[in-house]
């Protein structure tokens, strides 16, 4: 029989202490950063349809048209109906797009907050637009 155990411990690796071994970060991963860009682009197409909606709406300022006095009112003319039904329409329509583009494999970082962020910008000029074309022009 020999003085040697009959198992012996391997030997640490040098500068290696007990509870130093490096823990890695939990990373945001990719399916979260993915629900989260659903998620908003989800409320920017509620916002749209409210948009929209309210860009209809903005037809009621039309009803004084014909009537003495109206014949310089930008709203009603040709392009004055144009921009204060379809800038908020178009606008709606064209955020929304913008916004799904960030789910394409473009080679730019941080593509999809970017263009979700145009998207609502898009969304709310063109509800700006039309307000303007409804009640700012005379």
């Given amino acids: 029989m020999s003085d040697k155990p009959a198992f ?6 040098p500068g290696w202490a007990p ?7 939990p990373a945001r991963g990719g399916a979260a950063r993915t629900v989260g860009a659903v998620l908003a682009v ?10 929209a909606g309210i860009g209809l709406l903005l037809t009621l300022s ?15 003319g ?3 109906m144009l921009v204060t039904i379809g800038s908020p329409i178009a606008g709606a329509v064209l ?3 913008v916004a799904l583009g960030g ?4 080679p730019f970082r941080h593509r999809r907050p970017i263009l979700i962020s145009a998207g609502y910008l898009i969304v709310l000029a063109g509800l700006g637009i039309g ?8």
Wanted: negative net charge.
């Fill in 78 to 80: 040709t392009a004055g």
């Fill in 95 to 97: 955020g929304v797009l």
């Fill in 103 to 106: 789910f394409l494999p473009l």
């Fill in 131 to 138: 307000f303007l074309g409804a009640f700012g022009l005379s």
């Fill in 8 to 13: 012996s411990a391997p030997t640490p690796a």
């Fill in 19 to 25: 509870g130093t071994a490096p823990v890695p970060a």
């Fill in 42 to 51: 989800v409320v920017l197409a509620v916002l749209a349809l409210a948009v």
């Fill in 62 to 76: 039309m009803d004084s048209c014909g009537t003495a006095g109206t014949e310089d009112v930008f709203v009603c």
